[in-house]
């Protein structure tokens, strides 16, 4: 198929798939229909993945029933269904069956104690622990309990569901496997396993047991060492449980992919899995995690990525958008969804799409980025943007002349578990330097010590690692370099290489002293800097010609635009550039190596167009405006001839303030969440009001079967009657129901957002003024079996209630703690017809969770074919905005510079402007009582949080702000 056409209608595998959290008591119709949704909102697939609260039992007959199920539904939609090898994560321990085995099957650590001012080495094993269902993690570094793994889990799959890998199940995830799980960060302790004294006096002629000090304390030899300890766990890890599985997987034609435990800085990485890259080998799609909402730290991004370019790994996959929070939006996505792009992954696994919001698993990390989610019906344009993108991103050969040696191996020689500041102060002054050379425009490549041992040759003036060639190559401040590095770099200096050394320089080679002279002489050949940044910049311009320039209008280099370059074939480039700023925007000039025409390729709608560009000093030039996180996929073909013509421009002539008073209609029911209640046990007295998590905490404390009661109330102001209202409830077939003393009989009413939220018609029973309650009753059961995370079918989960309805919501208080705002005592009213543009939670609808429309009529004179005019929004306060002008629909809007064309819509004199505006789940769900308001990292303890406790409730604002008509005429 031609480029053209996949980039247009990109297949499946470049869609993303996310996790879908297997969460709950599964039924296949269930299963099916959320399937179907998928497919239709642009999904291409799905990691069907154990996650907390999960009732099918693990691995058992019936859940391999569900992944027949899934797997089935998925072939006839023609969507893919990739495994999850783990219940939950970390991956291993096959939701306790491997650890079950025996004492030598759990995870060790060496700990070093002091008891009576001596220090004491003991092997300790991981202890039984809930997560583990009531086992503990395993020893990784085991080949004969990675083997038990293997047949437990992968082995059962491939009996059961075999006949697809490779077709409908291309791939197994695994999830943060590593070897120290159970020590705390605090903790002096390192991996350990059984074998680990034997192999190491093996490898190095002298006993570990001797030297366990120089591990903990700096004496002795300790950074020789440190340096062989790590070099052989890491080894270990590496063999015992990466490549085997990899192994496996190709022997039975599915792809190994996932990621491990703590992949972004060097300290986490040591303490972990020991290195990360040298793992990335042994993955057929190697993968990271990226949580919460932020661009923070590109090596995790480049360091995947590099290994990927070097051994020819076409795909490279992220879980992304964990812990965002459920206001995460479109803008959200793109910004940090590009900038993994422009990075170097092709592959999303998006972080989390929930099959139940039932109980705890509404809390899970989220966002739930699925069916529950008013904005869920837009989704596949954002699916469309992503696949078409990565589907380019896929194609050809990544380009870049500069490989930067990791110091992961120098950090082996300094890391002690009691304190990791001088691995830190390697960490922060490495990742400044791979910050400095995106900022620069130096794009680049990373180089582990053992990969380069292993595929690094000379060639020319060249150094090749496997598939991709560097022309110079940068040695970051560290302390050690491997004896096969320094030998590399000294032949490539010595053929006409390149290499700029930033000081601090290595003084050891594989932790020891005694290669002075080796060091002495790659350093006088080589080019040395001090860790600054001009200086670096300036020896990088004089030793090698930039391939690509993104100036402003000042001339200077552009910091916050990265770029990637592909070569597609003889003839094409793809350039992907990218804005990661989401506060400043910028005209730009490009200035990119070589000579062709340029080609703007749009992955929102698939078109193709020809941008105006110049040849001149043996590159192509060419002007580009980004938007806040704006970005550019550019197609550089050297078959056509740079052309310098000039596309259309248009000057404002009208810039038209619409007036603030909107018609006003909500598309959804308004709600009102009910967290707070009173709580009683039988033969007790009412309890004072608690938030309901606090209830269930004590439930569950005390363990076992109780009649328990709850009582919810609401107050009402209502001046007429005839209004809907009803009451949500989770399991609602398990209480008694009261509301108002009326007893109220469950009758299933549909359901609202998730598929455990039942509606149930109370209109009738709410009364038009004063306070209103709402008694459960039930007998509680522990939801979980005792000592375990999994869920009882019988279990209870005594949650938030809901009222929805036709209402107002008015805060009789508001208050502020920090810089957040907090409301309380809330009231239901009648609602207004008319709506003051501005925050709606401060207008009646706080919680309100859906769509509402904006109606407005505009006048305007006629306009001329010159003329084209614009809808923009400020302060833009929504997820999604869909714009209809005279009933014709003309567009969305969702990310800068949140303004849509409707010029085509328009006739002179009256026009009607309509606005639908839909947000998240965030002002229903929250967290609505942390002190900070809205957190930009979100994980289950942030709705917990008693440090940070605020009796008041947050929301973020939702709402029309100020529309600008804007009237632009072509410039002559």
Not at 523 to 537: G, H, M, Q
Request: with cysteine.
């Amino acid at each position: 198929m031609a480029i053209e056409e996949k980039f247009k209608n990109p297949g499946v595998e470049f869609r993303s798939a996310p996790f879908w959290s297997w969460n709950d008591d599964l039924q296949e119709e269930e299963l099916g229909r959320q399937i179907k949704e998928m497919k239709e909102k642009g999904i291409g697939g799905f990691f069907m993945h154990s996650r907390i609260g999960l009732i099918t039992p693990y691995l058992s007959s019936e859940w391999m029933d569900r992944i027949k199920a899934a797997i089935s539904f998925a072939k006839k939609m023609g969507v893919l269904a990739y495994l999850y090898d783990e219940d939950r994560w970390p991956s291993g321990f096959a939701g306790g069956i491997v650890p079950a085995k025996g004492k030598e099957y759990r995870i060790k650590a060496m700990r070093c104690k002091l008891v009576d001012g001596k220090r004491k080495f003991e092997v300790v094993y991981g202890p039984d622990n809930p997560y583990f269902n009531g086992y503990s993690y395993v020893d990784v570094l085991s080949e004969k309990v990675v083997d038990a793994f293997l047949n437990s889990t992968y082995e059962l799959y491939f009996k059961e569901v075999g006949d697809e890998f490779g077709r409908t199940v291309p791939a197994v995830f695994t999830d943060e496997p590593n070897y120290m799980t159970f020590a705390s960060r605090g903790e002096i302790a390192v991996p350990w396993t059984d074998e680990l004294p034997a192999r190491f006096k093996e490898r190095y002629g002298y006993d570990i047991l001797e030297h366990l000090s120089c591990l903990f304390f700096d004496e002795k030899d300790y950074k020789k060492v440190r340096y062989d300890f790590w070099n052989l766990v890491t080894d270990m890890f590496v063999q015992a449980y990466s490549r085997k599985i990899y192994n496996w997987c190709s022997q039975h034609r599915i792809a190994y992919t996932g990621h491990y435990l703590c992949e972004d800085e060097l300290s986490s990485q040591i303490r972990c899995i020991g290195a990360a890259m040298p793992h990335y080998e042994y993955m057929h799609i190697p993968g990271v995690d990226h949580l919460g909402r932020n661009i923070n730290n590109p090596l995790t991004l480049k360091q995947v990525s590099s290994v990927a370019h070097q051994l020819g790994k076409k795909r490279v996959l992220s879980e992304l958008y964990g812990c965002s929070g459920q206001n995460f939006s479109f803008a959200g996505r793109k910004w940090i969804g590009d900038w993994h792009i422009v990075l170097g992954v092709n592959f999303f696994c998006p972080h989390l799409s929930l099959y139940s919001m039932r109980g705890a698993r509404k809390r899970d990390f989220p966002p739930t980025l699925h069916y529950q989610q008013p904005w869920w019906k837009y989704n596949k344009v954002i699916e469309d943007y992503f696949a078409r993108l990565n589907c380019m991103m896929s194609e050809g050969q990544f380009q870049a002349d500069i490989l930067v040696i990791h110091p992961i191996e120098g950090a082996w020689c300094l890391y002690k578990p009691s304190d990791t500041r001088e691995v830190d102060r390697l960490n922060r002054s490495f990742t400044a330097l791979i910050d400095r050379l995106l900022q620069f425009h130096r794009d680049y490549d990373l180089a582990d010590e053992k990969l380069l041992a292993k595929y690094g040759k000379v060639e020319g003036s060249s150094i090749r690692v496997e598939k991709m060639c560097y022309k110079l190559v940068v040695i970051p401040p560290t302390v050690s370099l491997r004896a096969t590095t320094v030998s590399l770099l000294r032949e490539f200096l010595a053929s006409g290489g390149k290499v700029v050394a930033i000081k601090p320089l290595p003084y050891l080679v594989e932790g020891k002293n005694q290669a002075e002279e080796e060091l002495k002489n790659l350093f006088e050949k080589a080019v040395l800097v001090e860790d600054d940044e001009e200086k670096l910049r300036k020896t990088l311009d004089e030793m090698l010609e930039p391939e690509i320039s993104i100036r402003d209008e000042r001339g200077e280099e552009i910091g916050s635009i990265y770029y990637q370059h592909r070569k597609l074939d003889e003839k094409r480039d793809v350039y992907f550039l990218v804005n990661t700023s989401q506060e400043k925007s910028f005209k730009a000039k490009v200035r990119i190596r070589g000579k062709g025409a340029m080609e703007e390729w749009n992955p929102l709608n698939g078109k193709v167009k020809r941008l105006p560009s110049s040849f001149k000093e043996d590159a192509t030039h060419l002007e580009l405006d980004f938007a806040e996180i704006g970005s550019h996929l550019l197609i550089r073909r050297e078959d056509i001839e740079p052309a310098p013509f000039s596309l259309p421009s248009y000057e404002v002539v009208e810039a038209r303030t619409l007036p603030d008073r909107w018609q006003f209609r909500r598309c959804d029911p308004n709600s009102l969440t009910l967290d707070w209640c009173e709580y009683k046990l039988k033969g007790e007295e009412w309890s004072e009001k608690l938030p309901v998590w606090k209830v269930q905490k004590k439930m569950e404390e005390m363990g076992k079967e109780l009649e328990i009661n709850l009582r919810f109330s609401f107050q009402t102001d209502f001046g007429d009657e005839g209004r809907k209202i009803y009451l949500v409830l989770e399991s609602p077939e398990i209480f008694k129901i009261k509301v108002n003393s009326h007893e109220v009989r469950y009758s299933h009413a549909g359901f609202w957002h998730d598929i455990s939220f039942k509606k149930i018609d109370i209109s009738n029973l709410v009364r038009q003024k004063g306070q209103n309650t709402v008694e459960l009753s039930c007998l509680f059961i522990p939801p979980k079996k005792k000592g375990t995370l999994i869920y009882r079918k019988d279990g209870v989960e005594l949650e938030s209630i809901y009222i929805i309805g036709e209402f107002s919501v008015r805060a009789g208080k508001s208050f502020r703690k920090g810089k957040a705002t907090f409301l309380n005592d809330f009231l239901l009213t009648d609602e207004a017809r008319e709506i003051k543009q501005g925050d709606l939670v401060l207008q009646g609808y706080p919680f309100y969770t859906g769509s509402v429309l904006y109606r407005q009529k505009v006048k305007l004179d006629a306009l001329s074919s010159e003329e084209r005019v614009y809808l923009k929004f400020e302060d833009f306060q929504a997820i999604v905005a869909r714009i209809s002008v005279n009933g014709k629909e003309a567009g969305l809007v969702f990310w800068p510079p949140y303004e849509v064309e409707i010029t085509s819509s328009l006739k002179e004199g009256e026009n009607l402007l309509e606005i639908e505006l839909t947000g998240s789940l965030r002002n229903l769900l929250g967290p609505h009582h942390h002190s900070k308001g809205e957190l930009l990292s979100v994980g289950p303890q942030s709705f917990v949080d008693e440090v940070n406790w605020v009796d008041g409730y947050n929301f973020v604002p939702f709402g029309l702000n100020e529309v600008k008509l804007i009237r632009r005429r072509k410039a002559h």
